[in-house]
């Protein structure tokens, strides 16, 4: 028993000792570091100082659009007049303070995570913190702590376990109390938190070899060595497009292959007609998860797979409604209506689309190599992020170029790329149109809209700047003008 207790306290001691180490290094220490820079490091100065202006400058203007946004939900209190006839003034109010309480759950994340938190973690160095902690794991589970490949991984683990315990209050909130008071929230405490459990344990699967090549590739891939990453990223990220919905997916969620019926012969004899390549159709059980809908296709060359969400088809698809809870009987989309949506996916892939944002991510990821290629070795960006002069670990220099040097052009890219794939929406909607599923189309985007609680009026700058899909209006607004079109045209003729 002495024995015993005399353990315990040594190891208490040493948690202690940690916990002061690490308050001194943050608190005292640090602000030592920031009057040196002032003298000695001017240039770590302009980053670090340069870096917090971005961010707070994104966030700032993030929370502005978010609250015109928080005034439309405040002052849009009837519905709009294309909406009258099938959308119901309570539903209107509930889509409202469903929008209303989500953007304010928006603002109060920004500024706790992406405004204090980040701040607070980049003035104080923090990232150099958690890089000093891989290097003691690595010693204490006996690991090499000279090997910057193994320290990598170790640094990733240990910042995903801090990100994981720093998401996991909001995650919570957001799905049992926000999501729970709007009732869309399906899961239990124990799904939830074994969801987390595994989500977590995949992501460490594969960060391992990646992180572990990557740094390879840098430290052996010589001046042109941002080439071979970028092919090794791009090979990596097509490879794990076709193993994710196969083997990964499923670990989540439950896969089952669509019953023979109407709705399986009407899919099967509309992707023969396109000569889509359909070689799976599965139903996933997503109202374990959450009452919203949706529905995608996957898959690279000529195998495809169509997934339909469970709450996407009506009544989830039981042919008998007595097993479901009245709040979801008549939800989902007729037969009909389900081919009118796949209609308009499969016109994302006749267009293209997919193939075409693949090679703009592509393009997109050279250029961020390039650029890391010509910075990852420029001391004061390691300096301003709390390391000493002269340790450049490799992944903190990807992490500090991509995130936060290239924060201006990421945000540029991100809203040309809203923008692209909202046109992108508009043609997979009129390829819709072309088939004959007009009407089908408006009647299947407006149940998802009453389904989801989706609010349909928008400040046009948060629009623009968050929405990849154009809004409700404006897509039932372009069908109607494709009909008008396609009658001109039949005169015409």
């Known amino acids: 028993c002495c024995l015993h207790s005399r353990r315990r306290l040594s190891i208490f001691d040493i948690f202690i000792g940690k916990i002061k180490l690490l308050i001194w290094h943050l608190l005292v220490q640090n602000r030592r570091n920031q009057c040196s820079r002032k003298m000695d490091l001017p240039a770590a100065d302009v980053v670090l100082y340069s870096v917090l202006g971005v961010i707070l400058l994104e966030n700032i203007f993030d929370i502005y659009i978010t609250y015109r946004q928080i005034q439309v939900y405040k002052t849009a209190l009837k519905v709009p007049k294309e909406l009258k006839d099938c959308m119901s003034d309570e539903t209107f109010q509930k889509a409202r303070l469903y929008g209303l309480d989500r953007a304010n759950f928006g603002v109060f994340c920004a500024i706790i995570k992406d405004v204090i938190l980040m701040c607070i973690e980049l003035y104080t160095g923090f990232i150099a913190v958690q890089w000093d902690w891989a290097i003691d794991l690595a010693k204490l589970v006996h690991l090499n702590s000279e090997n910057e490949i193994i320290v990598s991984c170790l640094f990733a683990f240990v910042t995903s376990v801090i990100g994981t315990f720093k998401d996991l209050p909001f995650k919570i909130y957001s799905t049992f109390v926000l999501e729970e008071k709007h009732g869309f929230n399906k899961q239990t405490g124990g799904f939830f938190a074994w969801d987390q459990v595994k989500g977590f344990l995949v992501t460490q699967v594969l960060m391992v070899p990646i992180i572990s090549a990557t740094v390879w590739i840098v430290k052996n891939g010589g001046d042109q060595f941002f080439i071979w990453l970028w092919l090794f990223t791009g090979i990596t990220s097509l490879v794990l497009l076709t193993i994710y919905p196969i083997f990964i997916a499923p ?58 969400f469970d709450t996407l088809l009506l009544n989830k698809g039981k042919p008998d409604d007595s097993e479901l809870k009245e709040e979801d009987k008549g939800k989902g989309c007729t037969n009909e209506e389900v081919l009118a949506v796949l209609g308009h996916e499969l016109g994302h892939w006749k267009c293209g689309h997919v193939t075409k944002n693949i090679i703009i991510a592509q393009v997109h990821l050279l250029l961020l190599f390039v650029v890391f290629g010509y910075c990852f070795s420029y001391g004061p960006f390691y300096e301003a992020v709390g390391f000493k002069s002269g340790t450049r670990p490799i992944v903190v220099g990807l992490l500090v170029v991509f995130t936060y040097v290239m924060a201006p052009y990421n945000a540029i890219v991100n809203f040309a790329m809203t923008t692209l794939s909202r046109y992108y929406e508009y043609q997979a909607d009129e390829f819709a149109h072309g088939l004959g599923f007009s009407k089908q189309l408006g009647q299947s985007l407006i149940k998802l809209n009453l389904d989801n609680l989706g609010f349909p009026v928008y400040d046009w700058l948060y629009s623009a700047c968050n929405h990849s899909h154009p809004t409700l209006l404006q897509r039932l607004d372009r069908l109607k003008q494709l009909d008008v079109e396609g009658k001109e045209t039949k005169k015409e003729k």
Request: glycine residues 6%.
């Open 251 to 308: 670990l989540f969620d439950k896969y089952t292959p669509l019953e023979d019926g109407p709705l399986r012969k009407s899919i099967e004899d509309l992707a023969a007609t396109l000569k889509f390549p359909l070689t799976k159709l599965y139903v996933v059980e997503g109202s374990k998860r959450s009452s919203h809908s949706n529905a995608y296709f996957y898959g690279l060359w000529n195998s495809k797979r169509i997934v339909l």
